[in-house]
């Protein structure tokens, strides 16, 4: 059971924009802007996409953002291509358990 | 260029202990923690500790605490993350990763990854 929250799958068709929700509480997303969300490819590491609730990694295009209000962090993908069919988590630091927490992952499907 | 290369795949048997290890290159080595994670087959990721290179400073998680150790040898960059008394259960793919930033109290994104290494642990 993952600390933080995300629904385990989401899908669009090609173009079309999904969003990924990441629910937390106030010992970790409500306590710190530090959001951050990673790609993982089938068969690779995880990548950093999105650091400090919204800020895009280096070489990562503007089809990504992220968001955060209270204790839940979003991300978003706008036009969708099939090179971004991966899994993706959220993550964080928890003050209360003084370590990182991620989510269970979403998978992202292009219809 | 960033890099974290990590040590090749190992099978081990129940009750076995492992080392893996994370050698670091392209950056100012003792500049940056090392974090380890740790991803189930077909899971999520789980977050295993920390390590300040500088001073080998270490924190754990909750779930790994007395389980596992890391440690660092800064003068060959590299960082290691030792499973005692392995189980089935720690059959895993386990990542090393800096993250971009860290204090003693807390350390935000993870912005760059080791390649992983695949344990399986198999009577």
């Known amino acids: 059971q993952s600390v933080l929250t995300q629904p385990p799958s989401v899908s669009a068709a090609p173009g079309q924009k999904v969003t990924i929700s990441c629910s937390g509480s106030?010992?970790?997303?409500?306590?710190?802007?530090?959001i951050s969300w990673y790609q993982q490819l089938p068969g690779t590491a995880p990548k950093l996409l999105i650091y400090d609730s919204y800020k895009r990694a280096s070489g990562i295009p503007d089809r990504f953002s992220g968001s955060k209000s209270g204790t839940s962090a979003t991300l978003g993908i706008s036009g969708l291509q099939t090179g971004d069919e991966a899994d993706y988590f959220c993550g964080t630091w928890d003050s209360s358990l003084r370590a990182g927490v991620f989510g269970g992952g979403t998978k992202v499907t292009v219809l | 260029e960033v890099q974290l290369v990590q040590s090749g795949a190992e099978v081990k048997k129940p009750g076995e202990s492992l080392r893996i290890s994370c050698k670091g290159s392209g950056y100012s080595f003792s500049s940056f923690w090392i974090s380890w994670v740790r991803q189930k087959p077909g899971k999520g990721l789980e977050w295993i500790g920390r390590?300040?290179?500088?001073?080998?400073?270490?924190s754990y998680g909750p779930s790994f605490q007395g389980h596992v150790t890391i440690s660092v040898d800064k003068s060959i960059r590299t960082a290691y993350l030792q499973l005692n008394n392995l189980k089935a259960s720690d059959t895993a793919m386990y990542y090393c990763?800096?993250?971009?930033?860290?204090?003693?109290?807390?350390?935000?994104?993870?912005?760059?990854w080791g390649q992983g290494t695949l344990v399986t642990v198999s009577s």
């Open positions: 106030s010992s970790n997303i409500g306590n710190n802007d530090y």
């Open positions: 390590i300040d290179t500088s001073d080998s400073f270490t």
């Open positions: 990763a800096r993250p971009g930033y860290c204090n003693d109290d807390s350390c935000r994104d993870l912005d760059n």
